[in-house]
Nanobody, 119 residues
Framework: QVQLVESGGGLVQPGGSLRLSCVVS????????MGWYRQAPGKERELVAT???????KYADFVKGRFTISRDDAKDTSDLQMSSLNPEDTAVYYC?????????????WGRGTLVTVSS
């Protein structure tokens, strides 16, 4: 069974930075697109950023150059470096990956890590 585990969330002051990490574990052949999503209280889950195996990235408009997504295929990890955080960035951040099993791709989600931006 494939699992994703996020880490790095916490409390940060406005204008601060935080780095989230996601580790993929279990039995699989390869990882296709990886991504980070977030869900703020009372809102729907939304895309933050994705990264393809070749490194092509996609960001939500609200990121505005503040966040950087990366991946290390040797370690099966993805990081989300966040800077210039503001209270509107407060949310549970989820890691997502499309993982190739024996015959098909499976979309897998982590349980999330809470990011709170507050003074």
């Amino acid at each position: 069974q494939v699992q994703l585990v996020e880490s790095g969330g916490g409390l940060v002051q406005p204008g601060g930075s935080l780095r989230l990490s996601c580790v993929v574990s279990g039995r699989f052949n390869s990882i296709d697109v990886m991504g980070w999503y977030r869900q703020a209280p009372g809102k729907e889950r939304e895309l933050v950023a994705t990264i393809a195996p070749i490194g092509r990235t996609k960001y939500a408009d609200f990121v505005k150059g503040r966040f950087t997504i990366s991946r290390d295929d040797a370690k099966d990890t993805s990081d989300l470096q966040m800077s210039s955080l503001n209270p509107e960035d407060t949310a549970v951040y989820y890691c997502n990956a499309n993982v190739l099993g024996d015959f098909e791709y499976q979309e897998v989600w982590g349980r999330g890590t809470l990011v709170t931006v507050s003074s």
